[in-house]
């Protein structure tokens, strides 16, 4: 199998070479340069990303705001600058053959702002251009979370849920999609901790280190595998996957924010240092927040603390370049009510729990090794080679009192490279291979799953070719992965994932895109191996070493329009998945909770998400949305679990010089179209408010944040926690953070 990969890796090669050869000679190249100034004041910004959308290339600025692109092929492209909350509408440029052409940009606060995305196709572009459905969270957004979990700080986003077992364990769900089928990464490599195995497992975030998130909805498996079927959330550095060029000088963030209700507070601070060709790095932080209160009293077990820091250095030359750091977090939170859970007492009925029971925590070490290396400007009809990988340790202790229940541990190396052909005028495209060694066992009263070596290999592309008003995207990707588990047989499962989509100009701003998925998963670990009782899934877990691999084919088609007054889009998606791996139940009880099979069946989600932001004046606008998600086992017509209710917001934003109001109400309905383990969840109403105020120089930005959540301080439940019927959702409270940027 292993020779069948490599052999169509070098095919795939060849053919790309025989097919852009031609398509790299013609006119002569161009220049595009310009300077970048903040609106009003007559200084440089420092900095600041400048991106041609067309090629998917980026440059920034310099001390002086002047950037600059060469070579740059003759053509008509649309040019964005975008510098943290500052942004300016796109501008279009004709590039003659070996001409150069100046562009000049003056950056102000607006509510509008070009989002930026780089995971959705390996290249930054902007939301509004790329084929699937994405949402970018800046730093200017991620300052005001100050929140210790992932799913924390997306819940609310447009089809973004989460799924919890209290406020330390949150992790997104994606239009209905949660565990394995969402795969979580840093810098476009997989985090390696084991949130996606249980809902008492943690997925932390220092928010405050990252440029943004950004958040690529339906199969992203074409570039990052085959557990990306229900999406990818992407945390963004400067340092490993923006930075290849050098920047002279000193820029950074200091940060710091207290909140009330659960008594937060944290604080990080970052910097970044070049000199020459050379650039070094650190930053560091830590966050700690006590029990919350809902308004039915306080509930119990649910602090959290983080530390986290890194470090690294890089050489960027004309050509090569790499660059290599280390980043460590280490926390602690509680979970709460699992305790009740943690009886081990077969004759225990259902409902009938315990509370003479021990506090159950959970403390980790998450430890990253992470290398990045290539060579650009290669002059053949491959611009750009690019190596990543990282090795990553994830150490998971699960605490009842004092004593240690279970210990994790997990190791895992991962590695992708890529290939960046020769940017075209028609033609923009890569390909590449990834791949993964990982070691994973566990020990105590929830291993599960005996020691297990897991190994994967893939090897993808995806081109895009571009006829002015309309775009086509094509892709494949062969993924290979095995499990060899001790005293058990080995498996292995290969499969293919391909995507084709269309993306049409209708009119000036407007667009429709349509993509048809074929999705392939493996099955996970857990689900081949486990057995016992697990506490985190509230099950009883029995595996299948018999599963074969899912295979899905999706439609998201998407209407969009991006203009100075009016912003929009409208999200269909239908996805069918051939052998769907779920948690049957067997109508039997072991140690108190239900006896689940991981068994297959087909089963079907589709949904729609909505979004519609106008500017009644260039510093009010109203903005509102609306997502829903229908997903079921197909020949039962069984509902699956944990799935979102319809959702829906309204708010608005006002912005006056640097300030900005922004109170919106978010509802839900009532979630009755249940699993048969779960009970229904009641509608709610809930209001938040957001301020921001920001003071923009040439060399730094004052951020000061004010948030207000559930206003009303109303009673509401998470119909994603896997404790809703015991605890409800945070009560009313507010944040306040500072954020000092210098650049």
Known sequence: MRERIILLSNLMAIFLAVVCVPLSFGQPDGTLRGTVKVQGADAPMHNATVLIIQLGRAARTDLEGVYIFEPVPPGTYDVVAHMHALTDERRTVEIPPGGTVTLDFELKLSPLRQEITVTASGHEETTFDTFQAVTTLDSLQL????????????????GVAKRSFGPGSARPVLRGFDGDRVLILSDGLPTGTLSSQSGEHAEPIDAAS?????????????LYGSNAIGGVVNAVTEHHMLHEHPHTGLRGYVSSGVG?????????????????????????GRQVAGDYSSPLGRVENSNTRLSSGSMGFGWFGSRPFFSA??????????VPFAGEFHHHDDSAEEGNLTHDHAQVDETFTWQNVRFNTGIRNLNSFLER???????TRWIHRELEGQEIATTFDNKSLNYRGTFDQRVNRRLLGSFGFQGVHRNYSAVGEEALAPPVTQNGIAVFTLQEMDFERVRIQVGGRFDHTSYDPLGLPPRSFTGFSGAAGIRIGLWNHGALVTNYTRSYRSPALEELYNYGPHIGNLAFEIGNPGLVGEVGDGMDIS????????????????????????????????????????????SRFRGVETSLDVALHPNFWINMGMDAVNAKLTQSDTPLPRIPPLRGRIGVDARYRGLSVKPELIMANAQDRIFPTETPTAGYSIVNLDTFYIIPKTHTAHVFTVTVFNLGNRLYRNHLSFIKDLAPEMGRGVRFNYTLRFF
């Open 210 to 222: 990252l440029e943004r998130v950004e958040i690529v909805k339906g199969p992203a498996t074409l």
């Open 143 to 158: 300052s005001a979370k100050n929140a210790f979990a992932l799913g924390e700080v997306l819940d609310n986003q447009l």
């Open 559 to 602: 209407l969009r329009h991006s203009s100075r007054s009016v912003r929009a889009q409208g999200n269909f998606f239908y996805y069918r998945l051939r052998n769907f791996v779920y948690m049957a139940l067997t109508g039997e009880t072991m140690h108190g909770l239900r006896v689940v099979n991981f068994d297959q069946a087909d």
């Open 260 to 284: 009330s209700n659960n008594n937060s507070a944290g604080g990080s601070a970052g910097f970044e240092y070049g000199v020459k060709n050379w650039l070094l790095w650190g930053n560091g």
């Open 325 to 334: 750091g280390y980043a460590v977090q280490d926390g602690r939170f509680g």
């Open 385 to 391: 080679f690019r190596l990543i990988g990282n090795f």
